[in-house]
């Protein structure tokens, strides 16, 4: 019986983490979770060191790699969350991904 509870997505089957604190975000080219997550206006999900290097490598056609929609790396926006995955190859020169634009608060007046 616990068998078939995991295949259908019970306690330990493999949707047990949609939407709980531990959940992940698998990026859209790699297919691994995200790491310094972005997504993109178009709302698909990378790791920025992915879309950084697909955007440097195309820079003719700057496009979504998912959808085609028109992509530019400044209107990504970053994902935050808990915990921090510090382990990345220093043989990789990605800069740092963009930041989020915060607007202004609105006055009531």
């Not at 709980?20 to 790791?47: K, W």
Request: charged share 30%.
């Amino acid at each position: 019986m616990a068998a078939a509870e995991d295949e259908d997505g019970g306690p330990e089957g493999p949707n047990r983490e949609r939407g709980g604190a531990g959940a992940t975000f698998e990026c859209n080219i790699c297919l691994e979770t995200a790491r310094e997550a972005v997504v993109s206006v178009c709302g698909h999900l990378y790791c920025w060191p992915c879309l950084h290097q697909w955007l440097e490598t195309r820079p003719e056609r700057q496009e979504c790699p998912v959808c085609k929609a028109g992509i530019s790396r400044e209107k990504v926006v970053p994902l935050y969350g808990r915990g921090s995955q510090k382990s990345q190859d220093p043989r990789l020169k990605t800069p740092p991904r963009p930041q989020g634009q915060r607007p202004a608060p609105e006055s009531r007046g």
